[in-house]
């Protein structure tokens, strides 16, 4: 519900590496163009643009209680409000608290 998937985005299926694992993606999120998803996401989760996370890729979070600590994003899937993101100097897949509210243009998703 209110979420949005970008042109060229998608989700990784039981067959494709997500085992056992159903790929969902929560209310009010955004997967960015050419994005993907091999985890699911929680309520209020953002995925930059063209970032494609996978069940083992390394996230480095940024958060105030555990700053820098790696994790495979397995272990972030299904939480809520992330951003999800590639730092432009390091290259790494970062995670961080989700701050901003997405909303949906209602011009351009009315569906009557």
Request: charged share 25%.
């Amino acid at each position: 519900k209110n979420s949005d998937l970008g042109g060229g985005s998608s989700t990784m299926g039981t067959l494709s590496g997500g085992n056992k694992e159903v790929i969902s993606i929560g209310e009010r999120c955004l997967l960015g163009a050419n994005a993907g998803i091999g985890i699911s996401l929680g309520n209020d989760c953002t995925v930059e643009a063209g970032l494609y996370i996978t069940a083992g890729t390394k996230v480095t979070v940024l958060d105030k209680l555990e700053v820098n600590k790696v994790v495979k994003a397995i272990e972030l899937s299904g939480k809520d409000a992330i951003l999800y993101f590639r730092d432009s100097l390091s290259g790494k897949v970062c995670a961080r608290p989700n701050r901003s509210e997405f909303k949906l243009n209602k011009v351009l998703h009315d569906n009557n």
